[in-house]
């Protein structure tokens, strides 16, 4: 890991070097005066009745993570009509579209995931009322999916041609451990050049990956019944000791680092001493050091509440570790740069720079390449059933879908 970051590091002051004399935002200004860019916008335009018609459509195609398919076929109908030069499913279930372009080179990722955190089964509806479309999804991340669709459609109708390749990747199992990105990314490093997660954010984007670390805690007792005289204990006694000391140690604000504790179980009954209790343990953080000490105290929290009544502790991890993907020098390459000036020529002003990406974004950092994400719509309550997104911004968030392929990919 560390061999990739040096090599990241490196890369990006190259970069760095070869483009500091330009002027970014006069660069995506200049874009967006190009005759053919404005042809792309005058699509956009010009089809918003059909852009919200499938953004809804595709909403409403409940997508589990790992079960996306039905999704995914929707969408590949879609890119079986758009001319581009090839679409198909990887080993992992990504559906990905090339884009060629014109000069070869290393291409541009814009990822969008097709998974959502939803039951199997749900029955989504989307509602529109006060200028917001409501639905479980509608955000995270089927507003990506629909702005990417829409963008192909735009490049196509005003007949623009990128020098490097575009790959359009819809990415399965994002929500439970990016599975999708991970496989995609191990398969096709030599040829991914930038990388775009179209994944949270409007008008601010990420250049860092925040690191994830998910844990399962067990306590180990013999069990029993509630009348029973031994043991004294039902395991939720160590547990309710360990939470209320972990939560202690991250309310000290000692380090910038966010925990959570989701998930908590224990005995099948009401009548039963837990001989298994448990709960899950969220840890994140820029800083990787932060999260390997909090992971290091919790578990001397756990190891000590389980010997102070007789029990034994047991920690798995769900997933993998994703460690902090902070890229000395990335906040300066041409990826992130030329992303900001896409946002500000779009017309954000307070455009926010941050290195807390925590989607399909960390993938691409972690191997050594340059990563950005961002949104193509302002919305709130993300992984609720209460979920909505903004309506009129999305159209400005199209044309800056556009104007982030163009301007990373190049121009003739």
């Not at 990722?109 to 509602?127: C, M, S």
């Not at 990105?181 to 991914?192: G, L, M, S, T």
Request: glycine share 8%.
């Amino acid at each position: 890991m560390l061999k990739t970051v040096a090599k990241l590091a490196c890369a990006t002051l190259f970069a760095t070097l070869s483009v500091s004399a330009q002027d970014f935002l006069s660069r995506a200004r200049q874009i967006m005066e190009r005759a053919d860019v404005k042809r792309a916008f005058q699509h956009v335009e010009s089809s918003r009745d059909k852009i919200l018609a499938e953004w809804i459509e595709l909403t409403e195609i409940n997508a589990p993570s790992g079960k996306e398919r039905q999704r995914a076929e929707a969408v590949k109908r879609l890119l079986d009509t758009y001319r581009l030069d090839r679409v198909y499913y990887d080993p992992a279930g990504n559906l990905v579209a090339i884009r060629k372009g014109t000069a070869g080179g290393k291409a541009v990722v814009i990822d969008a995931h097709l998974d959502t955190v939803f039951q199997e089964g749900l029955k989504i509806k989307v509602e529109i009322r006060d200028g917001k479309a409501f639905a479980p999804g509608i955000g995270d991340d089927t507003r990506n999916v629909e702005a990417i669709l829409a963008s192909i459609r735009a490049l196509n109708q005003a007949n623009i041609r990128t020098r490097s390749d575009l790959i359009f990747l819809f990415t399965v199992e994002e929500e439970t451990d990016m599975v999708g990105a991970k496989r995609f990314v191990a398969e096709n490093r030599e040829r991914i050049g930038q990388y775009v997660a179209l994944d949270g954010g409007y008008e601010g984007l990420t250049y860092g990956g925040i690191g994830i670390n998910w844990y399962k805690h067990h306590f180990i007792g013999p069990g029993g019944h509630t009348r029973s005289k031994t043991p004294p204990f039902s395991a939720t006694l160590p547990l309710a000791r360990a939470i209320q000391r972990i939560y202690a140690l991250a309310q000290a604000g000692e380090v910038q680092i966010d925990l959570n504790i989701g998930m908590i179980g224990g005995a099948d009954v009401v009548n039963a001493k837990a001989s298994d209790a448990w709960f899950t343990v969220d840890l994140r953080s820029t800083d990787q050091k932060a999260i390997d000490d909090f992971e290091r105290r919790i578990a001397d929290i756990v190891r000590e509440e389980a010997e102070r009544v007789g029990m034994q502790a047991k920690t798995e991890l769900v997933g993998d570790k994703l460690p902090a993907a902070q890229i000395p020098g990335n906040l300066d390459s041409f990826t992130v740069r030329m992303s900001e000036a896409v946002h500000r020529a779009i017309g954000f002003e307070n455009v926010t720079l941050s290195p807390t990406a925590s989607n399909n974004a960390n993938i691409a950092l972690l191997a050594g390449i340059p990563a950005i994400s961002t949104g193509a719509a302002p919305c709130g309550e993300s992984h609720a059933l209460t979920e909505w997104c903004s309506i009129e911004p999305f159209y400005r968030g199209i044309k800056k879908t556009i104007m982030l392929e163009v301007a990373l990919a190049g121009l003739d």
